[in-house]
């Protein structure tokens, strides 16, 4: 699969939009559930939400239920995070991840990128 390379963070006032993507250097195998998860100074990691390659079913912590839509382009092995209604308690560095499991616990993920930081302003 190769490694995985976040973009589109940036600074945005508090009800604003985002656009977050993931996209894989190589092909994202059919078995695989591609991930996001956020982590602000001095908490630990915590997931967003995750979507399954082959089908296209998708997962939201409660957190952002309603707020965040995970979706994926097959022909361009990307997935995306379009963020709306962002909150101050968003702010975060995102990151994206693969796994082989149904799974919110960020041990069971790997190929991690860089993460791509996200403000919120009030």
């Known amino acids: 699969q190769g490694q995985l390379l976040e973009s589109g963070g940036g600074l945005v006032q508090a009800g604003g939009s985002l656009r977050l993507s993931c996209a894989a250097s190589?092909?994202?195998?059919?078995?695989?559930?591609i991930g996001w998860f956020r982590q602000a100074p001095g908490k630990e990691r915590e997931f967003v939400a995750r979507i399954r390659w082959s089908t296209g079913v998708t997962y939201y912590a409660d957190s952002v239920k309603g707020r965040f839509t995970i979706s994926k382009d097959s022909p361009r092995q990307t997935v995306y995070l379009q963020m709306d209604n962002l909150k101050p308690e968003d702010t975060a560095a995102y990151y994206c991840a693969d796994t082989i499991q149904a799974t919110t616990s960020p041990a069971e993920y790997r190929n991690w990128g860089q993460g791509t930081q996200v403000t919120v302003s009030s």
């Open positions: 190589g092909r994202i195998y059919s078995s695989k559930l």
